[in-house]
T-cell receptor, first 108, second 115 residues
Framework: QKEVEQNSGPLSVPEGAIASLNCTYSDRGSQSFFWYRQYSGKSPELIMFIYSNGDKEDGRFTAQLNKASQYVSLLIRDSQPSDSATYLCAVKGDKIIFGKGTRLHILP | GAGVSQSPSNKVTEKGKDVELRCDPISGHTALYWYRQSLGQGLEFLIYFQGNSAPDKSGLPSDRFSAERTGGSVSTLTIQRTQQEDSAVYLC?????????????FGEGSRLTVL
């Protein structure tokens, strides 16, 4: 059974601090890795994807991938109240599967 | 339309009735996924259509669930003899399979409530 694991949270981070979200996956054949953000009552939206080991930065967001450890992370710098949402890790092997998500709460 | 369209947006049904949920993907997108999201939970994979290949049905929870995709476009998810545990938001997503990112574009979902 291919799995994607995330800490469900909630993760509370002060405004302006760095939020760190983590994800592990079981399928070593996975090719691409995604972070989706989902606001309450809304559909998920893609914020980052990564497919090579190392870091990928996009504005305040940095995705980190370590295929040897089967580990993906998302860092959010200068956290804002608008970053409060559920963050879903997704992994693409023969299909795209999601973790259960981590609820992030930015404290004003 | 510009995005993935799902209907109905809300469906309330009685236990034991059959329901059909429809998804109209973005034009030209060859990949189509159905996921289920129960309250406060993540996205549970149900089924994946990729072009003309046989669908990956490995996530369907029981034989009461079925899905088809006609003409490589519109998809219908059918739940027979609905049970209360089927209550959830059913999300459809499409992707241009040749897009290396594999980004999924989601519809607004169909909220199913089984009384």
């Amino acid at each position: 059974q291919k799995e994607v694991e995330q800490n469900s949270g909630p993760l509370s981070v002060p405004e302006g601090a760095i939020a760190s979200l983590n994800c592990t996956y079981s399928d070593r054949g996975s090719q691409s890795f995604f972070w989706y953000r989902q606001y309450s009552g809304k559909s998920p939206e893609l914020i980052m994807f990564i497919y090579s080991n190392g870091d990928k930065e996009d504005g305040r967001f940095t995705a980190q991938l370590n295929k040897a450890s089967q580990y993906v992370s998302l860092l959010i710098r200068d956290s804002q109240p608008s970053d409060s949402a559920t963050y879903l890790c997704a992994v693409k092997g023969d299909k795209i599967i999601f973790g259960k998500g981590t609820r992030l709460h930015i404290l004003p | 339309g510009a995005g993935v369209s799902q209907s109905p947006s809300n469906k309330v049904t009685e236990k034991g009735k059959d329901v059909e949920l429809r998804c109209d993907p973005i034009s030209g997108h060859t990949a189509l996924y159905w996921y289920r999201q129960s309250l406060g939970q993540g996205l549970e994979f149900l089924i994946y259509f990729q072009g003309n290949s046989a669908p990956d049905k490995s996530g369907l929870p029981s034989d009461r669930f079925s899905a088809e995709r006609t003409g490589g476009s519109v998809s219908t998810l059918t739940i027979q003899r609905t049970q209360q545990e089927d209550s959830a938001v059913y999300l459809c997503a499409s992707s241009p399979i040749l897009d290396f990112t594999g980004e999924l574009f989601f519809g607004e979902g169909s909220r199913l409530t089984v009384l």
